[in-house]
């Protein structure tokens, strides 16, 4: 049983830093790809950055350059920095796992941020980032 726990989500001024981090158990590492989506009131689950195994890295375009995901495989806990905070980036944040698809791009592959393909999720922690 895949278990991920958020936790690092607080408030936050507009142009500021917050780290988040998931505690994952209950699989063999490699087995997934580990990704960070956000859900804002009134819309759609967007998908934020994702890591495989290899440490290969996707992001969202929104996001590029101000986020970067990271993986401490000896503690079992996935991060998101996020930098440079602005009040669109206001959502729970969700770590997730799963087997995505992948693209081809400039000699490799990288997950796709499709969230029908991640089957586990933790219960997301807050993030709100005023002007």
């Known amino acids: 049983q895949v278990q991920l726990v958020e936790s690092g989500g607080g408030s936050v001024q507009s142009g500021g830093s917050l780290r988040l981090s998931c505690a994952a158990s209950?699989?063999?590492?490699?087995?997934?790809?580990m990704g960070w989506f956000r859900q804002a009131p009134g819309k759609e689950r967007e998908g934020v950055a994702a890591?495989?195994?290899?440490?290969?890295?996707s992001y969202a375009d929104s996001v590029k350059g101000r986020f970067t995901i990271s993986q401490d495989n000896a503690k079992n806990t996935l991060y998101l920095q996020m930098n440079s905070l602005k009040p669109e980036d206001t959502a729970m944040y969700y770590c997730?796992?799963?087997?995505?698809?992948?693209?081809?791009?400039?000699?490799?592959?990288?997950?796709?941020?499709?969230?029908?393909?991640?089957?586990?999720w933790g219960q997301g922690t807050q993030v709100t980032v005023s002007s």
């Open positions: 997730a796992a799963g087997i995505p698809r992948a693209y081809y791009s400039g000699g490799d592959y990288f997950p796709v941020l499709y969230h029908a393909d991640f089957g586990y």
């Open positions: 209950g699989y063999t590492y490699g087995s997934y790809c």
């Open positions: 890591i495989d195994s290899d440490g290969v890295t």
